[in-house]
């Protein structure tokens, strides 16, 4: 079962411009949500995270919304540069089950 | 801080061989987790620790599969014997703790079974 899914397999970008990742979830016991990036032959490593207790959270160029009606979170890169073109991975976890489900990814790429 | 370490970082099988990893998490961390990444899907968990007892196995196939973690630090995993479906990404990650804390992930196994 896809709890967590992330639709776009693919995005591309121009380098300056604004990058958004979407992702979508059904389970509603969800109350913690992450993003985490991916480079080829590494491990994901982690990106940002939100609380359902908040709608947004930034980290530099890095912001991500949570719409916890719609069961929806984007992350936004802000200006996108080549170093950010990696797999993207949305992930959510039940703060009292921990057990992380991650989307299948979106593979972003930022062109000079 | 060195991060968390998996070896090998390639494997190739026959099916119905057996095969294990290894994984050394990030010193001071209680919780290691298996993650089974198979090509163009996100990471499943196979098997959660918190310090050496198991928290969470739900999707692990037992028949074939087993981990342990001796002394609550490293862990192996073990498939035996192995099918051509477990060709995959096999990612070893830890945490301070449960509860909301990102998890720092290796390098991954990968594991191709011919």
């Known amino acids: 079962d896809q709890q967590v899914k992330q639709n776009s397999p693919s995005l591309s970008v121009q380098e300056g411009r604004i990058s958004i990742l979407n992702c979508d979830y059904t389970?509603?016991?969800?109350?913690?949500f992450l993003w985490y990036k991916k480079y080829p032959a590494e491990g994901p490593t982690f990106l940002i995270s939100?609380?359902?207790?908040?709608d947004k959270n930034e980290d530099g160029r890095f912001t991500v919304f949570l719409n916890k009606s719609a069961k929806h979170l984007s992350l936004h890169i802000v200006p996108s540069q080549p170093g950010d073109s990696a797999v993207y991975f949305c992930?959510?976890?039940?703060?009292?089950?921990?057990?992380?489900?991650f989307g299948a990814g979106t593979r972003l790429t930022v062109k000079p | 801080e060195a991060g968390v370490a998996q070896s090998p970082r390639y494997k190739i099988i026959e099916k119905r061989q057996s095969v294990a990893f290894w994984c050394n998490p990030i010193?001071?961390?209680?919780?290691l987790y298996w993650y089974q990444q198979i090509l163009g899907q996100g990471p499943k968990l196979l098997i959660q620790?918190?310090?050496?007892?198991?928290?969470?196995d739900s999707q692990l196939p037992k028949d074939r599969f087993s981990a342990e973690r001796l002394k609550g630090v490293d862990s192996t995993l073990k498939i035996q014997p192995a099918k051509l479906e477990d060709s995959a990404v096999y990612l070893c990650?830890?945490?301070?703790?449960?509860?909301?804390?990102?998890?720092?992930f290796g390098p991954g196994t990968r594991l191709t079974v011919t």
């Open positions: 939100i609380s359902s207790i908040k």
């Open positions: 620790f918190q310090n050496n007892g198991v928290v969470d």
């Open positions: 010193s001071g961390h209680a919780t």
């Open positions: 992930a959510a976890s039940d703060e009292g089950n921990n057990d992380m489900r």
């Open positions: 389970n509603s016991m969800f109350d913690y």
């Open positions: 990650a830890s945490s301070l703790g449960t509860g909301n804390y990102e998890q720092y």
